[in-house]
């Protein structure tokens, strides 16, 4: 049940801003200076519901180069059912604001964005970032949800990551309702892991490429998100719903890596169910003279592809996840998709 607060009738109060209940906010949190004496800023919208609930950061471009969780943002706050929110909704669709405009993943010191918390006002760009980010955004929320994609050249299946060993981020991640969750331990300095220290449950969706918008993907991560949100009693429920279908949680999964350089032909979907020996693709010399076939070392649904054909030996070729039964899985997915695809903005009327 959500949490009933008290404090979220007095205002939210965001690098020095005042947000009252039943405000709607855009700020902008200064990040620094370009070397150009530019000034640069992080976007925040802010909606600070009438009644008392849970407060919800949901962000995107942790990444500078992973933009469809912008896109999800922005769809998010277009949806009428805002209006008879409670609690508060932080959206911060870009992040890494430095590597959005240069369409690169890192920040301009190289640095990993998501291995830099809870960073210090006195480290590193990316730690100063990491620093305020955590002291004005996540600091003031109860829950939060982190959107990514694949790495450049990678393509996610639609998912969620969570640290199922706690029970609240587990409800959270079973209410997002994508068919697939996969139980992945907090990485160091990230920002799941350090929100979760901050006693934060924190999901992690998954989904497309970097640099591309997937619309299946958009599409499963504003629904998803509006269910958590009811999960929490942030909105209504909606009348006549259908109850979705139960995600299927991954026991384990595999990178299957490429063996040796060359350029990859591959025969594998994402959502495709892989049995142990199964080719997955070719690797061969520009000549044809020689090939390799990767197989897969293990049973499962293929989660991640990478679409790039020029690979190196040890590139990462195939995320496998591992699940009982996992030909039913494979049909849930594809089942789901196809709902999610037919369905021209299926969220907009809830």
């Known amino acids: 049940m959500a949490k009933d607060d008290d404090k979220t009738r007095e205002p939210l109060i965001i690098s020095d801003n005042e ?13 620094g200076r370009l070397y150009t004496h530019s000034p640069i800023t992080m976007p925040v919208h802010v ?6 609930g849970p407060r919800l950061f949901v962000c995107a471009a ?8 912008v896109e999800i943002i922005r769809r ?3 949806l009428p059912a805002l209006r008879r929110l409670r609690g ?3 959206a911060i669709p870009i992040v890494n604001v430095h590597g959005f405009i240069s369409h690169s ?23 100063r970032l990491a620093h305020l980010f955590m002291d004005e955004i996540v600091s003031a929320c109860t829950h939060g949800i982190d959107l990514h994609t694949g790495a450049q050249h990678r393509n996610n299946l639609p998912q969620i990551r ?5 029970a609240e981020t587990e409800r959270l991640a079973r209410a997002f309702s994508v068919p697939v969750i996969l139980n992945a331990d907090l990485r160091d300095g990230s920002l799941r ?18 640099l591309r918008f997937d619309e299946v993907g958009i599409r499963i991560g504003v629904k998803g998100i509006l269910s958590v949100m009811r999960a929490l009693d942030m909105l209504p429920q909606t009348k006549h719903a259908r109850p979705p279908k139960p995600p299927v949680v991954a026991r384990s999964s595999t990178w299957v890596r490429a063996p040796e350089g060359g350029i990859l032909r591959s025969t594998t979907t994402l959502g495709m169910r892989v049995k142990k020996g199964d080719v997955l693709a070719t690797i061969a010399d520009p000549f044809g003279e020689r090939e390799n076939e990767v197989r897969s070392p293990v049973e499962g649904i293929v989660i991640c592809r990478m679409d790039l054909p020029l690979v190196n030996e040890g590139d990462g070729l195939f995320h496998v996840a591992r699940f009982h039964q996992a030909d039913k899985v494979a049909a849930h997915i594809e089942a789901y998709h196809s709902e999610i695809a037919d369905e021209p903005e299926p969220y907009l009327d809830q």
């Open 19 to 31: 947000i009252r209940p039943g405000q709607r906010l855009t700020l902008d949190l200064v990040v």
């Open 76 to 78: 998010l706050l277009r």
């Open 47 to 52: 909606i600070h519901g009438k009644r008392p």
């Open 162 to 166: 969570a640290f199922l060993d706690d």
């Open 62 to 69: 942790i990444h500078g180069d992973e933009i469809n969780g």
């Open 88 to 90: 508060a909704l932080i």
């Open 193 to 210: 892991q350090v929100a979760a220290d901050h006693g934060i449950p924190t999901l992690l969706y998954e989904a497309g490429e970097a």
């Open 105 to 127: 993943r890192y920040l301009p010191d190289r640095r990993d964005l998501n291995r830099s918390f809870p960073g210090s006002h006195k480290g590193s760009l990316a730690a």
